[in-house]
């Protein structure tokens, strides 16, 4: 029987195998899910807090709103001018700068000085510590009518003084010593802020470039200018940045214990806002004063930004 001859094996066709759907929610896709979840509440803060008051009071600026005799109306750019003519506004600026710049000095000063003190191994540091940070916690509405009592012409600062022969002033009805009560009553609140911020950072500096300094012949005083300073820069960049914006919103001590007097020689900026808002009801030139104050603190606060590329030590 013949067995019938085969042809050529041909091949099979290729089966295509479908590849499986990528899942959506990969593990990249729910990290990043994750991230926006997290930054929603503080994103959703700066809009609602920040953001749209800011816009706000840019859109009042270009108003006239009077809630009591219920009038709102357009007024274009008259706020502004009458910013420029304001005979009030140029002593404002110098008692706002006055306060801000003495504050800022003084606070720097008095806090890197409580810092290096307080690096030292010293007995009762810990006391001296809790001490000067504690009227960082107080309410600072309490704080100023603390200090207003001490203050008074009959008040303990004065007292004190009368003890060793001394006939103190008035200090909030003056206009020299006004401003310098303010000033002392809110160094002394803040200080203990800056203190632990420069406390930290001395805390971080190797020991063993005092060590090899003093080997070099370096003294303490060189030590602390060629050491110390270079490598807590950036900490003093952060402390002047939060000072300085701290000092031009200073409002609850004016208003506690001078109310911008005497002879409107602690009215800074934004008590003047306050005053020209919510005394004397304009609030479209309040908004403009606001503005003013934003840019004050943008510019300033660019300005120390851009500094930093020439003295603040790792900045290129």
């Excluded at 994103?43 to 009042?60: C, E, N, Q, S």
């Amino acid at each position: 029987m013949a067995v019938p001859l085969k042809g050529p094996r041909t091949a099979a066709p290729s089966q295509v195998v479908p590849q499986s759907r990528r899942p959506f929610w990969t593990s990249y896709r729910r990290d990043q899910l994750a991230g926006y979840l997290f930054i929603t509440p503080q994103l959703a803060g700066i809009i609602v807090f920040v953001l749209t008051p800011l816009v706000l009071v840019v859109y009042y600026s270009f108003h006239e709103w009077n809630p009591l005799a219920g009038t709102f109306h357009g007024v274009g750019v008259d706020n502004y001018r009458a910013l420029a003519d304001d005979p009030k506004l140029p002593n404002v600026l110098r008692a706002t700068a006055y306060f801000s710049v003495s504050l800022v000095v003084l606070n720097l000063a008095l806090a890197l000085a409580l810092a290096v003190l307080l690096n030292q191994k010293l007995r009762g540091t810990t006391v001296f510590r809790t001490f000067f940070f504690s009227p960082v916690i107080v309410s600072i509405v309490a704080w100023t009518v603390v200090w207003g009592f001490l203050l008074q012409k009959n008040g303990g600062i004065n007292a004190f003084l009368h003890l060793i022969g001394i006939q103190g002033p008035n200090w909030l009805r003056g206009n020299t010593t006004a401003m310098l009560s303010l000033i002392v009553a809110q160094l002394f609140k803040n200080v203990g802020l800056n203190m632990v911020l420069f406390l930290a950072a001395l805390q971080g500096v190797p020991r063993a470039l005092y060590e090899a300094a003093t080997i070099d012949g370096a003294g303490r005083w060189r030590q602390f200018r060629r050491i110390t300073i270079p490598l807590i820069s950036p900490t003093i960049l952060l402390a002047l940045i939060i000072t300085f914006a701290g000092s031009l919103q200073a409002f609850a001590q004016i208003a506690v214990l001078t109310q911008g007097g005497p002879e409107g020689s602690t009215t800074v900026l934004v008590y003047y806002i306050y005053q020209q808002a919510f005394q004397f009801n304009h609030f479209g030139y309040g908004a403009t004063l606001s503005v003013l104050l934003f840019v004050i603190v943008f510019v300033l606060t660019a300005i120390q930004w851009q500094m930093r590329k020439k003295w603040v030590f790792h900045e290129s």
